[in-house]
Every structure is written in C-alpha cells, then in structure tokens.
C-alpha cells in the first residue's frame, strides 16, 4: 500500500535545488548565491570551541545571540526571531499567519520558497509580475492587498533579479498596506546594496508596527551551511508567534556561536561587500562585451535575458547554455527554473570563476 500523504503535501513545489553537490574540485560554484569565500577563522574557532560541549541542548532562547543582534541592530531583543536559515523563521511566519482562506501577496519572480508558505497552508497566494525594469511593482502589489490578506513578502534585493527598492519606496508602500496585514522585508542581500545604507530600514521598525525586516548569514557572512537566520520585528507579538509554531531548539548551537563570532566582524563584512562591487562591475564589463545588459545589481548575483538566436525558442537555448556551461564547469541558475524562461542568475565567484565564466559564455554564443 501506498502512503497516505496530507493534502498540502500535493500543493507544496519541490524545491529547486542546485545540481552541484557531487561534483569535482574544480567546479565554478555560481548557481546559489553562496559566498566564494570561507568563514573567517575566528568564526570557524568558535565554532569548535562549541563542539565538546554537544551533549547538551543549545539555549532555546537564543539570549546571547539575541544580544549581540540587539547591541548592532538597536532592535530589543525581544523583538528578534532567530531560526534555522532566515527560510525557517519565513516558513514559521507562513504557520503562523496563513490558513486557507487568508492571501499572501509577493512578487514574481521573486524567492522560490515563498510559494511554499500558501502551499503548506491552503492560503492563497498572490503573485503581483515585476516591472519591467524587473522590480517589485509595489502600487500593482497595494492594489492586491484585500481584506483577506495576512502576509505581503517584499523581497529587497530581489532573488531572482538583483534589483533593490529605496527606502523611501518601502515607506511609501507600507503606508498603503493595513495595520493588521503583516510585511515581511525580506532582505538576505541587504549589505550588498548601493542603493541605501542597508540599515536605513531600520528605521521604518519605529514607524511601521506590522514590519518585519528578515536577515541571514547565509550570505554576505558565508554561513549558509551552518544555518541561521534572524527577522527583526517591529512587534513582538510576531517573535512569539513563528516560536510557537516551530519546535523549540531551532538553531543549534554552534549556528549560535558562529553568528555571534561573526557579528564581531563588521570590517571582513565590509570587505567582502568592496569585492562584491568590484565583481559586479567585472561581470558588467564583460557583459557588455557580449551585447548583454545585466539587470541593475544590488546583491552578489547578475540576472540578464540571454540573446536568442533567430527561430530558436529562449527558454530551450538557455537551458542548452546551462547545460553547456555545467558541463565545462561553470555552474549557474537556469531562469527557467526561477519563473523567467530566457534568463541567468549567475552569482559572483572569485576574480578567476567570473572571468571563467565569462570565458566559457562567450565561447558558447560565439562570441
Ligand atoms: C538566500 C536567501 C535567503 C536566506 O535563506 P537562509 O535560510 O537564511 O539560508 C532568504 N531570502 C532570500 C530571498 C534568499 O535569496
């Protein structure tokens, strides 16, 4: 007999995960968005300081992790969620806020797990398409805000489009949005933006007290496999929340240790953010040497429409180049899979793989 799954179980996409895992040394890694760069050794002495003592629980509060965010953010710790990936503390936010006949609004394309929340939930999902400068369209979304709506997802940077939204943008659409209606700022690729400083969002905590900004160190502090993430809530009646929806030791202890460790670390933050600029502006550069013109970057990814050849279909060719690309060695994400069939997200890797990868797409479209 065939296991009898829920319903939800039918409803809930599988997550597009990147076919990477099992493959040689030599492989250019630009399909996830991952730092090219490892924790810093503080931070990975941290972590083993922790291990001996792995026969206990870690601290379910979170209180000195909590802190040190409170200490950087300015934020009460009362007021924090920490989780397993920032993805936790979202999917906990969509547990405790959804449930069918409720609506969630979010753009599209946007990050590919934000489906899940209205799958895992039966609420309904509305799905507000970019503009066509591919950005949030922020009045087509306050227009989608009904009485039915719990959750708005805002992604800044936008995954998969790397474009950002002011911060005077974001207030100006959260003063469209209901009270009671809950708006989550998604912003994993905040320090990366040029656009504002990327704690001025801070500041619409005091203003608006259905905001919750969602932060990681998966990104910029090159932490993703340790998981752990954090949302800073304006109210903390929402901490209390996705805590009780998920089960008590969320984020372990070492995931603690690090994150801390790496907090301390503000200087490494802020050059690994210098790097950044300077890939995005080599990818820019050669691009444009390929007659393509790259969405405008705010985070450690490049999102650009590939140029079709006559008679060929955009979503075919351009799984053909990533096929082609992986096979050389050069792993990106296929827009296809992202909702934008045509297009490439390629994360920024070290000098030597972007110059590769540009190498290897020139080649491939004859160029
Ligand atoms: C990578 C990413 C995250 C981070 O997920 P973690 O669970 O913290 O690893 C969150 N939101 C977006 C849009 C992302 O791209």
Request: proline fraction near 7%; charge should be negative.
């Amino acid at each position: 007999m065939a296991l009898e799954f829920a319903e939800a179980v039918r409803r809930i996409p599988v997550y597009p995960a990147a076919s990477a895992y099992a493959l040689p040394e030599d492989v250019a890694l630009l399909a996830s968005n991952e730092s090219p760069e490892p924790p810093l050794p503080e931070v990975v002495e941290a972590i083993t300081s922790v291990l001996g003592g792995l026969n206990r629980y870690p601290d379910p509060t979170n209180a000195a992790l909590r802190r040190a965010l409170s200490d950087r953010t300015g934020v009460p710790a009362q007021r924090i969620a920490i989780g397993n990936g920032s993805c936790d503390v979202l999917l906990a936010a969509g547990d405790a806020l959804l449930e069918p006949g409720a609506e969630v609004v979010y753009a599209w394309p946007s990050f590919s797990v934000y489906p899940h929340l209205a799958a895992a939930t039966g609420a309904r999902a509305v799905a507000v398409p970019l503009n066509d400068r591919e950005e949030h369209d922020l009045d087509a979304m306050a227009r989608e805000v009904t009485a039915a709506t719990r959750l708005v997802l805002v992604c800044n940077p936008n995954n998969p489009t790397s474009t950002a939204l002011s911060t005077e943008q974001v207030a100006r659409f959260l003063e469209q949005v209901p009270s009671h209606v809950c708006v989550i700022l998604d912003e994993a690729y905040c320090e990366f933006s040029t656009l504002d400083d990327p704690d001025a969002s801070l500041d619409l905590l005091g203003q608006f007290g259905n905001l919750v900004l969602l932060r990681t160190f998966s990104k910029v502090y090159g932490l993703c496999g340790l998981r752990v993430g954090y949302g800073l809530a304006a109210d903390e009646a929402f901490v209390t929340a996705v805590n009780q929806v998920r089960q008590p030791f969320f984020c372990n202890a070492a995931a603690q240790a690090a994150a801390i460790e790496a907090l301390k670390h503000q200087d490494a933050v802020a050059a690994r953010v210098e790097r950044a600029v300077v890939a995005r502006v080599e990818l820019e550069d050669g691009l444009d040497d390929l007659g393509i013109t790259p969405a405008q970057s705010h985070a450690n990814f490049a999102w650009f429409d590939l140029p079709t050849p006559d008679g060929q279909d955009a979503g075919e060719h351009e799984q053909g180049i990533v096929r082609a690309l992986a096979e050389r060695g050069v792993l990106v994400r296929s827009g296809t899979a992202l909702g934008k069939p045509g297009a490439l997200r390629v994360t920024y890797g070290t000098p030597a793989q972007n110059a590769r990868f540009l190498r290897e797409l020139g080649d491939l479209l004859g160029r």
